[in-house]
């Protein structure tokens, strides 16, 4: 058997323990041949695909490496037409591909399904620091980020409270809320705004108002995908190229802008970026992405493709990638962790 391995879309912390896991799996297994292919579908999509062999002693050593070896791209779409979809699944067959396995976030999702109805036998393995993806509770990279944001939301908090003032912190997380939800409870912040939840500029106001007067700070932690009430989306910029071209960006200043008339106390705006995907993983993500790793070794190995392999509880398992592609999976309005941050006082921006 020859497998494919490629990483879709934006990088996050774990790549590299998935391709580790993929390729020892197979190499220990069923003495496979491991194609690596490079910079994501953008390897397939040149004159010449761009391939490396991975054998044991390339996958070693890269456990605890951020980033992924390969490269990857979240432009390269091999659907966008017709002669591209058609020059990639050449490339496949060209280079004796008996199967693909496409590690990446909804939009690698997509391309996988969309190139799975052209015949191509592909496992998904779900990445992303967002925890987005349908079907899986937990992707790897998303702990990882959740701890550096918690790092920076502790750090704001010293220099917030030495200075009297509100600090406002955006994370990444597109459309979903999960990474501001978890860092801001991690973290002890005072506000925490979600995209799921449109918040009030009075009621954060009257939140930090009412701590000028007693904590004289504030730290609000808000997810980049966050509007105000009657608001828009914040766009940092569109890459019309990309399968997915907003990229957001920006709220934080938005928010800074909204509050400082009804404070008196100054607000500050901090944008974490692109800090959050960068560096090693977190333990719980090495495991995990290991364990997603192998589990998609071993639906290449039983022959069950055009499934992503996920992670609910403790149990691995797989889910159809045409019940992944083009959604997205967001912080449900009755979730435990909302109850409990309105409970124990931390504001959502309701009024
Ligand atoms: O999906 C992961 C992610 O980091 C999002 O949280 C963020 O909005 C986006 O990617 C940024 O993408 P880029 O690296 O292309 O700016």
Same mark, same amino acid.
């Given at each position: 058997?020859?497998?494919? %391995?490629?990483?879709?879309?934006?990088?996050c912390?774990g790549?590299?323990a998935v391709?580790r896991a993929v390729?020892k799996s197979l190499?220990?297994q069923?003495?496979?041949?491991?194609?690596?292919?490079?910079?994501?579908?953008?390897?397939?999509?040149?004159? =010449?695909?761009?391939?490396?062999?991975?054998?044991?002693?390339?996958?070693?050593?890269?456990?605890?490496?951020?980033?992924?070896?390969?490269?990857?791209?979240?432009?390269?779409?091999?659907?966008?037409?017709?002669?591209?979809?058609?020059?990639?699944?050449?490339?496949?067959?060209?280079?004796?591909?008996?199967?693909?396995v496409a590690i990446g976030g909804d939009?690698?999702m997509?391309?996988a399904?969309?190139?799975?109805?052209?015949?191509?036998?592909v496992v998904g393995v779900p990445k992303t620091?967002d925890n987005d993806i349908v079907g899986c509770e937990r992707s790897f990279g998303f702990d990882t980020?959740v701890? =550096?944001?918690?790092?920076?939301?502790?750090?704001?908090?010293?220099?917030?409270?030495?200075?009297?003032?509100?600090?406002?912190?955006?994370?990444?997380?597109?459309?979903?809320?999960w990474?501001?939800?978890e860092?801001?409870?991690?973290?002890?912040?005072?506000?925490?705004?979600?995209?799921?939840?449109?918040?009030?500029?009075?009621?954060?106001?009257? %939140?930090?108002?009412?701590?000028?007067?007693?904590?004289?700070? =504030?730290?609000?932690?808000?997810?980049?995908?966050?509007?105000?009430?009657?608001?828009?989306?914040?766009?940092?910029?569109?890459?019309?190229?990309?399968?997915?071209?907003?990229?957001?960006?920006?709220?934080?200043?938005?928010?800074?802008?909204?509050?400082?008339?009804?404070?008196?106390?100054?607000?500050?705006?901090?944008?974490?970026?692109?800090?959050?995907?960068?560096?090693?993983p977190t333990p719980f993500d090495r495991v995990l992405a290991t364990q997603f790793g192998n589990q998609a070794a071993q639906l290449v190995m039983q022959g069950e493709f055009n499934r992503m392999v996920t992670l609910n509880g403790e149990q691995p398992g797989s889910v159809p990638l045409a019940e992944v592609a083009?959604q997205s999976r967001?912080v449900p309005?009755?979730h435990p962790l909302?109850?409990?941050?309105?409970?124990?006082?931390?504001?959502?921006?309701?009024?």
């Open positions: 058997m020859r497998i494919g %391995v490629l990483t879709g879309g934006g990088d912390p790549l590299n391709i390729t190499l220990r069923c003495g496979a041949e491991v194609i690596g292919i490079e910079d994501g579908f953008a390897g397939l999509m040149g004159e =010449t695909p761009r391939v490396r062999t991975l054998d044991w002693d390339r996958v070693s050593g890269i456990l605890m490496q951020g980033g992924t070896v390969l490269g990857t791209s979240n432009k390269a779409n091999p659907l966008r037409d017709a002669a591209s979809t058609e020059r990639a699944l050449a490339h496949v067959q060209a280079l004796g591909l008996d199967a693909l939009g690698t997509e391309i399904h969309g190139l799975s109805l052209h015949g191509l036998r620091i980020a701890a =550096t944001v918690t790092e920076a939301l502790e750090r704001i908090q010293t220099t917030g409270q030495s200075h009297s003032r509100v600090m406002i912190v955006e994370t990444m997380g597109r459309y979903a809320g990474i501001a939800l860092a801001g409870l991690a973290g002890a912040a005072d506000v925490i705004l979600l995209p799921e939840i449109d918040y009030s500029v009075e009621a954060v106001a009257a %939140v930090c108002r009412a701590r000028e007067q007693r904590q004289r700070y =504030t730290v609000i932690c808000i997810g980049e995908g966050a509007k105000a009430r009657g608001g828009a989306l914040t766009v940092l910029r569109r890459l019309d190229d990309s399968p997915d071209p907003i990229r957001l960006g920006g709220v934080a200043q938005v928010l800074r802008e909204q509050l400082q008339p009804l404070l008196a106390s100054e607000v500050r705006a901090t944008v974490l970026g692109h800090v959050q995907r960068g560096g090693a083009h967001k309005a009755d909302l109850r409990t941050a309105r409970q124990i006082g931390v504001s959502l921006g309701e009024p």
